[in-house]
Structure formats: structure tokens, C-alpha cells
């Protein structure tokens, strides 16, 4: 799959709607983890947890501001996930990128390539 720049990325009005896929790398330790997520950074502030899908593909977890609007899934077996997002918000904007999910939704590892999604109103 192509993944566009960081510095092309997408740019969606708000309350509308966007698919987004992501490849981690699964080249390193990944015993005892959930699965696969999503995180996104702001410009200025801190990266957060979005969305992930455990390996077994029975379970997501979902930060609060995004839960009823944005659906994260995969497909077993393969290393990449898949994040569909509807009624987005200006507040969305941010780039998103997946990585390996601990249990308590930190990050562990295996960084794919960010994807910059701007929301205009």
C-alpha cells in the first residue's frame, strides 16, 4: 500500500469521514503485548493512545474522544491495521501513526510511517 508524506498527508472538512492503514514491524519481541494501535501527536503536544486491536482480532480498545467515531481493525495474522474515522474534528488533526500496543495502551514498538490528517472547518 502507498503511504503518503508526512508533508502531503489528508486533509478532510469536519464531520467528514477518512480511512487510514498503517504497517508496523512485527521484526522484534512482541510476546505479552495486546496488539496493534494507533497513536497521534499534535504539533506542541504529547502523543496519545487512539485505538488498538488485539492479535487475536476479538478485542479493541479506544481512547474516550474517539469511541462511536473511529473503528480500528486488522486483519490476523498480517502487520497491518486499519483505522476508519467518521464526524471527524477539528481537534482530530494530528499525525497518526500505528505501533505495537502494550496491555495499558503505551506503545511498545515496531513505529510504522505517519500519516498527517488535517481537519478544516
Known amino acids: 500500500q502507498v503511504r503518503p508524506a508526512e508533508s502531503a498527508g489528508e486533509l478532510v472538512q469536519a464531520g467528514g469521514s477518512l480511512g487510514l492503514s498503517c504497517t508496523a514491524s512485527?521484526?522484534?519481541?512482541?510476546?505479552?503485548?495486546?496488539?496493534l494501535g494507533w497513536f497521534r501527536q499534535a504539533p506542541g503536544k504529547e502523543r496519545e493512545f487512539v485505538a488498538a486491536i488485539n492479535w487475536e482480532g476479538s478485542g479493541t480498545r479506544y481512547a474516550d474522544s474517539v469511541k462511536g467515531r473511529f473503528i480500528v481493525s486488522r486483519e490476523v495474522g498480517q502487520n497491518t491495521v486499519y483505522l476508519q474515522m467518521k464526524d471527524l474534528k477539528i481537534e482530530d488533526t494530528a499525525n497518526y501513526v500505528c505501533?505495537?500496543?502494550?496491555?495499558?495502551?503505551?506503545?511498545?514498538?515496531?513505529w510504522g510511517q505517519g500519516t498527517q490528517v488535517t481537519v478544516v472547518a
Open positions: 512485527l521484526s522484534g519481541r512482541v510476546f505479552g503485548t495486546y496488539g
Open positions: 505501533a505495537i500496543t502494550e496491555h495499558d495502551t503505551r506503545a511498545y514498538g515496531g
